[in-house]
């Protein structure tokens, strides 16, 4: 439900902006990967790490990265690829002409 705010005077109850559920299950599922990636560092099963994302959720990531996982990390890039073919982020990754986003 929205908040709810007092005014001093008159009457009423003013809303305020409703959540973004879709942002928080999005900030939700950034945090679980970066902790299921930070496990996998400190378990020496990943030696280095790129990561692609869109800026949000690289935002998420990144204020959830263990020291050792920012430390390996190899390349981040600011992108939204979920809808990209795969031949486009491996050109992105190889340094060809960028894909369109």
Same mark, same amino acid.
């Given at each position: 439900?929205?908040?709810?705010?007092? !005014?001093?005077?008159?009457?009423? #109850?003013?809303?305020?902006?409703?959540?973004?559920? &879709? !942002?928080? @299950?999005?900030?939700?599922?950034?945090?679980? *990967?970066?902790?299921?990636?930070? %496990?996998? *560092?400190?378990? &020496?099963?990943?030696?280095?790490?790129?990561?692609? $994302?869109?800026?949000?959720?690289?935002?998420?990531?990144?204020? !959830?990265? &263990?020291?050792?996982?920012? !430390? #390996?990390?190899?390349?981040?890039?600011?992108? @939204?690829?979920? %809808?990209?073919?795969?031949? %486009?982020?491996? $050109?992105?990754?190889?340094? @060809?002409?960028?894909?369109?986003?």
């Amino acid at each position: 439900a929205p908040a709810l705010t007092q !005014q001093r005077l008159g009457y009423g #109850r003013p809303a305020g902006d409703e959540p973004d559920f &879709h !942002q928080r @299950e999005e900030e939700r599922w950034a945090a679980k *990967i970066a902790a299921d990636i930070n %496990d996998r *560092i400190l378990n &020496h099963e990943v030696e280095g790490l790129i990561v692609i $994302a869109p800026p949000r959720t690289m935002g998420v990531l990144r204020s !959830q990265w &263990h020291k050792e996982t920012a !430390q #390996r990390l190899i390349l981040e890039l600011n992108k @939204e690829m979920t %809808d990209r073919p795969i031949a %486009d982020i491996e $050109a992105l990754l190889m340094g @060809e002409a960028a894909p369109p986003s």
